[in-house]
T-cell receptor, first 113, second 114 residues
């Protein structure tokens, strides 16, 4: 079946460090791919998305590129801030589906000043 | 524009009881989906409603049910609660169904089953 695998956390970085959170997926066809972020005590917020191969999603300094050949959608940010501390979820929506999301387990990021 | 509103935010129940959770989608959104979030299983899809019809269902027992009203508000019900039903239940709304649509999440209802 379809699935998403993302690197386990927690990930601890110093402010202004470079961030990469790996995400790979298993799916037939061309799913849509998403990164969501969850801050403590809150629901999920969409961070970025990509709906076809080679698309790059970007938002708030975060980027991810839809790589069909490696079935990956890694999240990157050049310089993290303390306010980026949260749990990050990679997710996919199967091609031709109603749109329900299949999530990875989440990666907790802590950024120290 | 108001976001997705879930009520109540917190709920404590005992085993065997039933519970109803409510979700008001963003104005104009017709699709509502429900997810269960637990530390062990992560985020799992429960079901999706569009125009008062269940369009998709995840792999959960029949104790989990839902409905959607004509104003797109949705409720989910869990009967005969078990300890393992303790979780954060998230509702998400979207203008329509489909692969590329963005889902907007509420803050969730945290259910504790004692």
């Amino acid at each position: 079946g379809n699935s998403v695998t993302q690197m386990e956390g927690p990930v601890t970085l110093s402010e202004e460090a470079f961030l990469t959170i790996n995400c790979t997926y298993t799916a037939t066809g061309y799913p849509s791919l998403f990164w969501y972020v969850q801050y403590p005590g809150e629901g999920l917020q969409l961070l970025l998305k990509a709906t076809k191969a080679d698309d790059k999603g970007s938002n708030k300094g975060f980027e991810a590129t839809y790589r069909k050949e490696t079935t990956s959608f890694h999240l990157e940010k050049g310089s993290v801030q303390v306010s980026d501390s949260a749990v990050y979820f990679c997710a996919l929506s199967e091609e031709g589906s109603q749109g329900n999301l299949i999530f990875g387990k989440g990666t907790k990021l802590s950024v120290k000043p | 524009k108001a976001g997705v509103t879930q009520t109540p935010r917190y709920l404590i129940k005992t085993r065997g009881q039933q519970v109803t959770l409510s979700c008001s989608p963003i104005s104009g959104h017709r699709s509502v989906s429900w997810y269960q979030q637990t530390p062990g299983q992560g985020l799992q899809f429960l079901f999706e409603y569009f125009s008062e019809t269940q369009r998709n269902k995840g792999n959960f027992p029949g104790r989990f049910s839902g409905r959607q009203f004509s104003n797109s508000r949705s409720e989910m019900n869990v009967s005969t609660l078990e300890l393992g039903d303790s979780a954060l239940y998230l509702c998400a709304s979207s203008p329509r169904t489909g692969t590329k649509n963005i889902q907007y999440f509420g803050a969730g209802t945290r259910l504790s089953v004692l």
